[in-house]
């Protein structure tokens, strides 16, 4: 089976367009966002160029796509306003991928900025609560965090009572990061312990898209610095023992590397799937 790899894209021209380029770059998923990832409204609604993206995913066989939502939403915020962004952008972005059908919607799960984790995990559970009280054709995947400043979701037990509370099993998902969760402490050099320990206390059927990227920093940092595939701490064993794994293999691996073109990615895309010969 031909692995889905792809990368973080910008939207460009459209959804059409931003598949003809996954496809120039020899991906077969990708992140994209559903609006400035720095905040602001999403693009106008354009269905023919959805359908017309929709249609191209089908032809060219693309795993699950992974939607990226904006790096303000924070619904662990102490602010109204805050908090009212994060219900507002969440809501009409998974309105917005309706019309791409089961494709994943991937957040940050936020910072408590001081109001304490057990109360950040409260926030999200409620917030969560209402994003997926309706009928939805896509999954929402809490990322896994490095741990940066006040930010929820850098251990696995953080993520599973989110789960937990939430209680809403078909919509809900993680996509687990390895750069974060080598900040986060976890010790990708024993991905079989690493996978042991998310089935143990989250489930590893919730386990749902990979974020693949190198690490600036050792492990423990807690920083956040993504770095190029083997040019970083975690270096390209651990890379590939993670995208070769056979409980990993059949989800959709996406680059968020400090890349500056499509090509480069396009290169490392070719790198990993010449390196684990798929
Ligand atoms: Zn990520």
Request: include cysteine.
């Amino acid at each position: 089976m031909k692995q889905y790899i792809g990368a973080h894209i910008s939207v460009g021209k459209g959804y059409e367009d931003m598949v003809d380029r996954a496809v120039a770059m020899g991906a077969n998923t990708f992140a994209f966002f559903l609006r400035n990832p720095r905040g602001g409204s999403a693009r106008a609604l354009d269905e023919d160029d959805l359908a017309k993206a929709y249609e191209k995913l089908k032809k060219h066989e693309f795993g699950p796509l992974v939607a990226h939502a904006p790096y303000t939403m924070n619904p662990a915020g102490n602010k109204e306003s805050v908090l009212a962004f994060a219900d507002i952008a969440m809501s009409e972005d998974l309105d917005r991928l309706e019309y791409l059908p089961d494709s994943y919607y991937n957040f940050h799960p936020g910072s408590h900025v001081g109001q304490g984790i057990e109360k950040g995990i409260t926030l999200i559970s409620e917030y969560l609560k209402r994003m997926l009280d309706r009928p939805l054709k896509s999954t929402v995947l809490l990322e896994t965090m490095a741990g940066k400043g006040t930010e929820v979701g850098s251990s696995f037990a953080e993520l599973a009572t989110i789960i937990k509370n939430v209680d809403r099993d078909e919509n809900l998902g993680v996509c687990l990061d390895t750069c974060h969760i080598h900040e986060a402490g976890y010790d990708l050099q024993d991905i079989d312990g690493v996978l042991q320990e998310f089935d143990a206390v989250i489930g590893l059927q919730y386990l749902k898209a990979i974020h693949l990227n190198d690490s600036k920093n050792p492990r423990g940092a807690r920083k956040d610095r993504h770095e190029l595939l083997g040019e970083g701490e975690i270096g390209w064993d651990s890379i590939i023992s993670v995208l070769t794994h056979p409980k990993l293999r059949h989800l959709p691996f996406v680059l968020e590397t400090p890349q500056k073109t499509e090509k480069g990615y396009g290169n490392e895309i070719a790198e990993l799937r010449k390196r684990s010969a798929n």
